[in-house]
């Protein structure tokens, strides 16, 4: 049986004006911070950096739903997230001073606190700061990420979502993130699409014989998004997954390497722009200190052999694949990891929601049709004005990988 996906085909930049309750499949490839997708991501607590990314200090310059953000750490180790220019004259406050917690703009002095209120002004004999405040956002570090609230001004930030399965007592982390040239929605329905793995990561999950032994795939939606099931007749193997509302995911994946027998994670989507997004990935590795450390050790050595795996070689190699110059059988995977660049490849070339060729879909895609609807049902609830459904991770969700075996 064949289903359409509620499509609209109508580029971006060509698609017509239409009030805003018109809600289509083309909206999911709009993320500015003022697109339904913005607006509605921003209702929620976001990872900005990994924590490790931002020393005592120092500052740095993020873009997410297409605006620019500051983090920086202050004297005491917590972690800001500002707007990022002063208010005075502009000026890009990612170079401002850090005094203590506070913030001094370098072209005029102005000093702003950890709450973004104006306290200095030097240059003016009658000051105004209490009339001045530079926009601070509401920021969390868990799970060695900094997270913040970026939702409009007159919204309280939500609780604070916690996962414990990744944050009790002697639980080993390990961090990593990539930023991949495609919409973030791109990323996020590809978790739902069981059946590709035998084919585009064949390499890294084996490959089974989808008549024979293809997985049986079905998706419901939980209390915390949508959860996918992938049962496979003759081998009896098991894949169960996860999407979280809005943008999180919780994976057991395939092993990678001789300790462990699967890489179980949670990670984050986090758009960028429309074509652009980043994960922030927080895997848990189930070792002892002294396992864990020779795990450590294998990983560095693994990520050390991989000198075509940054970011800008990856865009450059799936580019090249798209174009026909490189074939899949022609990826070193000694230098670069395969898992991701196919990825790239594939969800770089599908394109944007909002310009994507027509689909002809399937009932494998069952788990991708639940998270477009899923996902569209809450826009048009949002555009609407209406009450949105509440999410909450439930810590009886349990996922799993039956790969290789």
């Not at 000093?111 to 200095?120: D, V």
């Not at 459904?389 to 996922?399: G, H, I, N, P, T």
């Amino acid at each position: 049986m064949l289903t359409k996906p509620e499509m609209n085909h109508a580029s971006a930049a060509e698609a017509p004006a239409k009030p805003e309750t018109n809600v289509s499949f083309a909206d999911l490839g709009r993320v500015g911070e003022h697109s339904l997708v913005g607006r509605y991501m921003r209702r929620f607590w976001q990872p900005v950096a990994h924590s490790h990314d931002v020393a005592v200090g120092r500052s740095k310059s993020v873009r997410y739903f297409n605006r620019e953000y500051v983090i920086y750490r202050g004297q005491s180790g917590a972690a800001y997230v500002v707007d990022p220019h002063c208010p005075h004259r502009a000026t890009p406050m990612v170079a401002a001073w850090i005094e203590g917690d506070d913030l001094r703009c370098v072209y005029h002095g102005w000093k702003f606190a950890s709450s973004g209120q104006c306290i200095e002004q030097p240059a003016e004999r009658k000051s105004f700061c209490d009339k001045v405040k530079l926009r601070s956002y509401p920021t969390r570090e868990y799970l060695g990420l900094i997270f913040a609230y970026l939702g409009e001004d007159q919204a309280p930030a939500p609780d604070f979502p916690t996962y414990s399965r990744f944050d009790g007592e002697n639980i080993n982390l390990q961090f990593e993130s990539y930023t991949r040239p495609s919409n973030f929605f791109n990323n996020l329905e590809n978790l739902g699409d069981l059946s590709h793995l035998a084919y585009l990561h064949a390499d890294i999950t084996g490959r089974w014989d989808e008549y024979r032994d293809g997985p049986v795939i079905t998706a419901k939606e939980n209390e915390w998004g949508v959860e996918f099931r992938g049962e496979r007749p003759v081998s009896g193997n098991k894949i169960v997954q996860y999407v979280g509302m809005p943008n999180v995911a919780y994976v057991k994946g395939p092993p990678n390497d001789q300790a462990v027998a699967f890489r179980e994670f949670i990670a984050w989507w986090m758009p960028i722009d429309d074509d652009h997004h980043i994960q922030f990935t927080v895997v848990i590795v189930r070792l002892g200190a002294e396992e864990f450390a020779g795990y450590m050790a294998r990983e560095d050595e693994r990520k050390r052999k991989l000198t075509m795996n940054d970011d800008a070689t990856r865009e450059m190699l799936a580019d090249k694949m798209l174009s026909g110059e490189l074939r899949f059988d022609e990826m070193d995977a000694e230098k670069v990891k395969t898992l991701w660049l196919t990825d790239d490849f594939a969800q770089k070339g599908i394109g944007n929601p909002a310009n994507r060729p027509p689909e002809i879909m399937g009932t494998a895609d069952i788990g991708v049709a639940l998270c477009r609807k899923v996902w569209l049902r809450e826009l048009k609830k949002l555009a609407k004005g209406e009450p949105l459904k509440e999410w909450k991770f439930q810590e009886s969700y349990e996922a799993r990988g039956d790969y290789l075996s």
